[in-house]
């Protein structure tokens, strides 16, 4: 099996129909280790049963925008695994305000959550956990076309993506040095948790089937198939990627 014993960490899972849960259930079929971080008492409700039902070794609390608590989390998984082969970053938020209406009119505190929580914790996770990143490791994060090109009702969401994924590309030279690869996934649209809040998601939907080479929305699967072959060791020459999962929907000219 392509990640037999690899240990993964999955930042970011909300429920069984959030791409964190696809990226899992895909890693566990070729035999990683699994270990998922919760947000409050009310995730932690969510994220219990899905580790016990994956057979996930443990759960831990990690706030990604609080420095002591990602602290807390390296020493969590430190004690129970030593290193991390995987570590794949699901997160990103904005206030809903700010994904309605004209980009124009984004709050600074909005726009300032949204990098923060989007981008900024990939960063902050990287450095935290250096330590635990030895050579052959894999980075995973999640992007979307709207960091390239105009999708209305995704407004500051676009920028954090954009931003994203020029972090992906400095955090892969500077952990590169230690053959850490770093890349994202640039998934087509899926019904998450995160994409509700997307005005317009049904049209979304009805261009990518009408237009995409493919003729297809992607699953969750879809996308947890290419995440096993970034952490797999079938990608030790691939770092600083964007990988589009979209059904060929990125390509069209027109």
Not at 55 to 70: K, N, R
Request: aromatic share 8%; hydrophobic share 45%.
């Amino acid at each position: 099996m392509l990640l037999q014993g690899k240990k993964a960490l999955i930042i970011g899972l909300a429920n069984n129909k959030s791409i964190a849960w696809g990226i899992a259930s895909c890693f566990k079929a070729q035999g990683a280790r699994l270990a998922f971080n919760y947000v409050g008492d009310a995730i932690k409700k969510r994220v219990d049963p899905l580790n016990e039902k994956i057979g996930g070794e443990f759960t831990f609390p990690c706030d990604v925008c609080d420095d002591a608590q990602i602290e807390a989390a390296v020493k969590t998984v430190k004690q129970q695994w030593g290193t991390v082969d995987v570590l794949v970053h699901s997160v990103a938020f904005a206030n809903r305000d700010d994904l309605t209406g004209r980009y124009l009119n984004v709050s600074r505190d909005g726009f300032k959550l949204a990098l923060e929580v989007s981008v900024y914790s990939l960063t902050a996770l990287c450095r935290a956990f250096e330590p635990l990143l030895h050579d052959g490791v894999s980075v995973i994060s999640m992007t979307y076309h709207g960091s390239t090109k105009i999708i209305p009702g995704y407004n500051v969401m676009g920028v954090a993506k954009a931003a994203l994924e020029a972090s992906v590309r400095y955090l892969a030279l500077d952990l590169g040095k230690n053959g850490v690869r770093v890349n994202a996934i640039s998934a087509g649209p899926i019904k998450t948790l995160a994409s509700s809040a997307v005005s317009g998601l049904k049209n979304i939907f009805t261009r990518v089937e009408e237009a995409a080479p493919l003729h297809r929305n992607v699953t969750t699967t879809d996308v947890g198939g290419v995440a096993t072959f970034l952490a797999s060791d079938l990608a030790h020459g691939v770092t600083g990627e964007i990988v589009y999962v979209d059904s060929g929907f990125s390509k069209l000219g027109i």
